[in-house]
């Protein structure tokens, strides 16, 4: 008789739970949208970013939304705080977010909870978010400065070699097609370089629009791109890459003659992040990306390939060039290693 009580109280308890899931499960689980992480490739240990998420209660008010960061080295029910409300489409949504760093590498999508106050809830929605060892973000600091480097090569003028080049970010500016383009100036004991370059605030580049680069006495190239090509495709991080296809327009004095060679060829800008080191030049040993940019296009009929390459680094005033190559068809024409840097105060 005790034993039949029992197992009658058992399956009257698997009724009642029975019952009251079927009865949850009719319930509308809350509405879960606009789940996003900001920036959404971050470096190891060092870089921050926000996770963000719109959530909104259907048959009850929300009761919490937590985020699982346990893949990150996180809290696998960590609680995403309310930072306000709207309403769209006769729904209350509430926003959530929570800023985090990872200190692990790799790609994860972060599991979203939200639940209302009557335990219905919706876990089919996910942040995900790049963790890359080294990564450097896009910055709209335009930051006048000015950079040492010691000529370590130098193809056309050897007497450079040995000597200092200076560096002016950003001092000048140039109006080209009616749009003004920041001014780059490298100038050696012989010759110089100009770059115009600018900032897509919206893709998040760097763009180049012209090269003017005199080599020497008689000796210059005036090169204008259009459109202008991603220099930088932020963030940057090893492994990443780009591609422009451009018009280049402009002409090349190769030798005291001064004869003229015109430029009006498409050219294929590529771009690459070849690696991550740690770089020892006069100024130190800094951390930083190996950016590779090549510029393909045609003089005379003939191919040509011209490429920079750059070791740069992410500082509070933007982009800090440590070491700097340029090939020209693969054989290498100029180099640069940093020696010191001074940040310009602005008002």
Request: with cysteine.
């Amino acid at each position: 008789m005790k034993k039949g009580f029992v197992a009658a109280i058992v399956i009257f308890g698997l009724i009642v739970m029975t019952g009251s899931a079927t009865a949850d499960n009719n319930a509308t689980p809350p509405r879960v949208i606009n789940a996003s992480a900001n920036p959404p490739v971050i470096a190891v240990n060092t870089g921050i970013t926000e996770l963000r998420v719109d959530a909104a209660g259907i048959d009850s008010l929300i009761d919490v939304v937590t985020i699982d960061l346990s893949p990150i080295g996180g809290n696998a029910t960590t609680v995403m705080p309310n930072i306000g409300n709207y309403t769209k489409d006769n729904i209350s949504w509430t926003m959530y977010n929570y800023t985090t760093n990872a200190s692990v590498d790799g790609t994860f999508n972060l599991m979203i909870n939200a639940t209302d106050i009557n335990g219905n809830y919706n876990d089919t929605v996910n942040i995900t978010l790049d963790v890359k060892k080294a990564v450097i973000q896009f910055s709209t600091e335009i930051q006048p400065m000015t950079s040492i480097s010691n000529v370590t090569f130098d193809a056309m003028i050897p007497d450079n070699v040995g000597k200092n080049a200076t560096i002016d970010f950003f001092k000048s500016t140039e109006v080209i097609d009616n749009v003004t383009y920041s001014v780059v100036n490298r100038t050696k004991p012989i010759g110089g370089t100009k770059w115009c370059v600018g900032l897509d605030v919206v893709n998040e580049d760097t763009i180049m629009k012209r090269v003017v680069t005199e080599v020497g006495p008689g000796v210059e190239a005036n090169l204008t791109f259009d459109p202008a090509f991603v220099m930088f495709d932020f963030p940057l991080w090893a492994g990443k890459t780009w591609t422009t296809t451009i018009n280049v327009t402009g002409r090349m004095i190769v030798n005291e003659t001064g004869v003229v060679i015109p430029i009006d060829s498409v050219a294929v800008v590529s771009g690459e992040v070849t690696d991550e080191v740690d770089l020892t030049v006069p100024y130190g040993t800094i951390p930083c990306l190996v950016v590779e940019i090549n510029c393909s296009y045609e003089v005379m009929g003939q191919p040509t390939s011209a490429l920079e390459k750059h070791w740069v680094s992410q500082m509070d005033q933007g982009i800090l060039f440590s070491k700097s190559q340029s090939y020209l068809n693969g054989i290498l024409m100029g180099e640069f290693e940093l020696i010191e840097v001074t940040v310009i105060p602005t008002e």
